[in-house]
């Protein structure tokens, strides 16, 4: 064994540490849903990311219309 002690061990140094934010990276978010459920959400997100988010949000609005029809309350909370 060396008698030599090394002082310069750890600590901060240039390019070292978890990289910072990217821009355009999706925010992660939990939810609870059956298996069926699920189903219908991965495919409708699949749409969403991949180039149809404008005609995701006409269908929305399509859906929030059909639900203010038929009087049935709707919230997202």
Known sequence: MSSIKKNNRGGARPGAGRPKKLQGVRKQHQLRAYDD????????????????????AKLMTQ???????????????
């Open 37 to 56: 459920e699920w189903e219908l959400i991965r495919e409708f997100s699949w749409f969403v990311k991949h180039g149809c988010k404008e005609d995701c």
């Open 63 to 77: 859906l929030r219309k059909i639900r203010e029809e038929r009087n049935t309350p709707w919230t997202l909370t």
